[in-house]
């Protein structure tokens, strides 16, 4: 007996209802960056790896996918080295190219081979799959998608302010209600300066981000633990404990952080972004959040996070501002500010709350049934006017019987059938079947198509 067949650990097939369901999502997320003047761009599937290497730490090194050279791809390489064993050194040498493992640096690479055909600011967007060599386990998959939207060549903050609407727009077009949590990385590092633990921000974050679930003392007890002095620790009260509107915590925070200039100008910019977002009426919950350091090794000013309301998930969307996205190809100085969208968790969080568009955008809306050569020849002509009408219809290809072709029809969901045997022959007309309410009648090709797109 022959082995069955399978895939690669990490990736996934999608039926048609699941492939329907994934292109509502991305179709809705193009749509609405289209909407803020976005224009959509690919990169190819791999890049050479001297673009890749060294753009996403060691560990990141570790998880490309590297595609080995075509031909003899042992010449140029000594016995001795092949005997080394040295599986990072041999991968150089007999590996040029890999899978792309995010959307990031390929962009980076994009914008500074075409800086000559660019008009900045450039307001870009890519869905595109990404790869990773990563352990595969629930909810954490080897080949997934991205959806990001970045404007480079731009400082100003009116940026932030649209993808702040943009988050709104998407998720109220989804139905999904969420919570968009802001803060500015300039604050986090105010606020590790005026407690004189500037080298410790990364472990105050970390420990605030707990607070919700641990509790203060639990908190407090955590910063003492990674060496924050007691002194340290009581200057952060006020801070770890910031509560009321965001207008009052901005207030609270021009007074604790008047001694850095750093941290007082993330406020000003924090305090811009949630006015213009405040006055341009917003759906979504806006909040500013200091717990939230996601990107702290490259985001350097606003930082996004979107969380579902309604769903126990992990954010489902994210982003920030950065200063030099081109530099690591040399050109320097390119700012930028982008948002991504988590579309796997999308789908789940629509799953579960049950939000997907009950009509298939995709799906068949009317099948000809037939019993012989004669009958097919007869339709094919009504087929052809039911697509020019634009219903998507399609006939069964073989003369089967009845039962056989309604079961495919209530198979694929489609809601009317068309059927064509002698007497509708004689009449030049089609029985029209409503396969959810069994009602049918005698019909022209005509008056059959008012029908279905009614």
């Known amino acids: 007996m022959a082995t069955k067949p399978g895939i690669p650990k990490g990736t996934r097939d999608f039926s048609p209802a699941e492939m329907a369901k994934r292109n509502?999502?991305?179709?809705?997320?193009?749509?609405?960056f289209y909407l803020y003047g976005f224009q959509q761009i690919e990169t190819p599937?791999?890049?050479?790896?001297?673009?890749l290497m060294g753009k996403y730490g060691e560990e990141g090194d570790k998880l490309l996918f590297k595609i080995q050279n075509s031909g003899d791809y042992f010449s140029g390489l000594t016995d001795e080295e092949l005997l080394s064993r040295n599986a990072a050194k041999l991968a150089s040498k007999f590996c040029e190219k890999g899978l792309r493992y995010d959307l990031t640096v390929p962009f980076a690479r994009y914008v500074v081979m075409h800086r000559d055909e660019i008009a900045f600011p450039f307001k870009r967007f890519q869905i595109q799959p990404v790869w990773r060599a990563d352990r595969p386990q629930k909810g954490r998959y080897r080949e997934f998608?991205?959806?990001?939207?970045?404007?480079?060549?731009?400082?100003?903050l009116l940026n932030e302010v649209e993808l702040v609407q943009m988050l709104d727009t998407v998720f109220n077009r989804f139905g999904i209600r969420v919570a968009i949590k802001v803060n500015n990385r300039k604050i986090l590092t105010g606020i590790a300066e005026i407690i004189g633990e500037a080298d410790k921000i990364v472990d105050i974050t970390v420990a605030i981000d707990k607070l919700d679930k641990i509790g203060l003392?639990?908190?407090n007890a955590e910063l003492a633990s990674k060496?924050?002095?007691?002194?340290?620790?009581?200057?952060?009260?006020p801070i770890i404990l910031l509560d009321g509107s965001n207008a009052d915590k901005i207030q609270t925070l021009k007074t604790v952080l008047s001694a850095s200039e750093t941290g007082m100008k993330g406020v000003e910019e924090c305090e811009f972004i949630l006015n213009k977002v405040a006055q341009l009426g917003v759906k979504s919950e806006v909040e500013l959040d200091l717990t939230l350091a996601r990107g702290l090794n490259y985001y350097t000013g606003a930082i996004f996070e979107v969380k579902a309301l309604d769903v126990q998930i992990g954010s489902i969307s994210g982003g920030g501002r950065y200063d030099n996205l081109t530099g690591v190809f040399g050109m320097e100085g390119m700012s930028g500010v982008g948002i991504s969208f988590g579309a796997d968790r999308i789908y789940d969080v629509l799953n579960q709350l049950d939000l997907?568009?009950?009509k298939g955008a995709y799906s068949t809306q009317l099948l000809?049934?037939?019993?012989?050569e004669a009958e097919a020849a007869y339709v094919l002509p009504m087929l052809a006017k039911a697509r020019e009408a634009g219903i998507r219809a399609e006939i069964y290809p073989d003369s089967s019987k009845m039962r056989k072709q309604m079961s495919y029809a209530n198979s694929k969901n489609i809601p009317f059938v068309a059927i064509a045997g002698e007497t509708e022959m004689n009449e030049n007309k089609v029985?029209?079947?409503?396969?959810?309410?069994?009602?049918?009648?005698?019909?022209?090709i005509d008056e059959a198509i008012a029908a279905v797109k009614a």
């Open 356 to 358: 997907y568009p009950k």
């Open 227 to 237: 060496g924050i002095p007691q002194e340290a620790i009581g200057k952060l009260q």
């Open 24 to 32: 509502y999502i991305f179709n809705t997320i193009r749509e609405v």
């Open 145 to 156: 998608y991205q959806c990001d939207a970045d404007v480079v060549g731009s400082d100003s």
């Open 45 to 51: 599937a791999m890049e050479n790896l001297s673009t």
């Open 368 to 372: 000809f049934v037939h019993f012989g």
């Open 217 to 219: 003392d639990n908190v």
């Open 431 to 444: 029985t029209l079947k409503n396969m959810l309410t069994g009602e049918q009648s005698m019909l022209t």
